[in-house]
């Protein structure tokens, strides 16, 4: 886990009487849809029932709180839609002014990323924070009964596999090697829709190099 002052780009929530979670038997909450990325709604949940993990030494027992992002706006995707999206989720300190977050844009940069479809439309994390960590008022996530979560995401690319007519675009770059901005092509159509591909060619960061990326 890593922290920053920047807050979330696309969504963030205040939950407040979070003890009423554990008063009532509440396993889990589910914040309002959000929109990032053209066409594409999330929510994000917390699942606050037990979830036993082990601290960094291996000995001791905890209780974790899950956070899992999901796609719930499908309806005009075709059949065997795919999206890949790499995503934060997001946790403020209240005492600090920073954010607590997942620093999974890490391997959108390596090229890994979750991949959402039909049969699998949500991710998460299953030990993002141990409620005794959360429940201390001291280490600032939880403070008047009040927490506020957040999620950015960031979408790598939109794969339909049953689309019928198959259309093929050659592209040509001139000097790859030597590519040191981001590369976009002129647009084409295809389906009816105009399109373009950009590329970036490979960057170092920090310790290691980032590969180049194709996007449409």
């Known amino acids: 886990m890593e922290t920053r002052e920047v807050p979330s780009a696309h969504f963030?929530?205040?939950?407040?009487?979070?003890?009423?979670?554990?008063?009532?038997?509440?396993?889990?909450?589910?914040?309002?849809?959000?929109?990032?990325?053209?066409?594409?709604?999330?929510?994000?949940s917390l699942s606050l029932k037990p979830?036993?993990?082990?601290?960094n030494g291996g000995c001791l027992n905890f209780d974790y709180i899950s956070v899992n992002l999901a796609m719930t706006d499908t309806s005009s995707l075709p059949t065997n839609w795919e999206v890949n999206v790499a995503?934060?989720?997001?946790?403020?300190?209240?005492?600090?002014?920073?954010?607590?977050?997942?620093?999974?844009?890490?391997?959108?940069?390596?090229?890994?990323?979750?991949?959402?479809?039909?049969?699998?439309?949500?991710w998460g994390l299953s030990k993002f924070i141990s409620k005794e960590i959360l429940s201390d008022p001291s280490n600032g996530y939880l403070v008047n009964d009040t927490c506020v979560f957040g999620a950015e995401v960031s979408v790598e690319c939109l794969s339909l596999d049953n689309v019928?007519?198959?259309?093929?675009?050659?592209l040509k770059i001139s000097d790859f090697s030597k590519l040191e901005?981001?590369?976009?092509s002129a647009y084409f159509i295809a389906g009816g829709q105009k399109w373009a591909n950009s590329t970036s060619p490979h960057k170092k960061f920090y310790f290691?190099?980032?590969?180049?990326?194709?996007?449409l």
């Open 87 to 122: 995503f934060n989720i997001f946790l403020f300190n209240q005492i600090s002014g920073h954010y607590l977050y997942s620093p999974d844009i890490y391997y959108f940069f390596m090229g890994i990323t979750r991949r959402f479809q039909t049969m699998k439309f949500e």
């Open 164 to 170: 019928d007519t198959r259309y093929k675009h050659d």
């Open 208 to 215: 290691f190099t980032l590969p180049p990326k194709l996007f």
């Open 12 to 44: 963030l929530i205040k939950i407040e009487c979070f003890s009423l979670f554990d008063k009532y038997k509440i396993n889990k909450y589910e914040t309002s849809e959000f929109v990032a990325g053209e066409y594409k709604r999330y929510t994000l």
């Open 51 to 55: 979830n036993k993990g082990r601290s």
């Open 181 to 184: 901005e981001t590369w976009n």
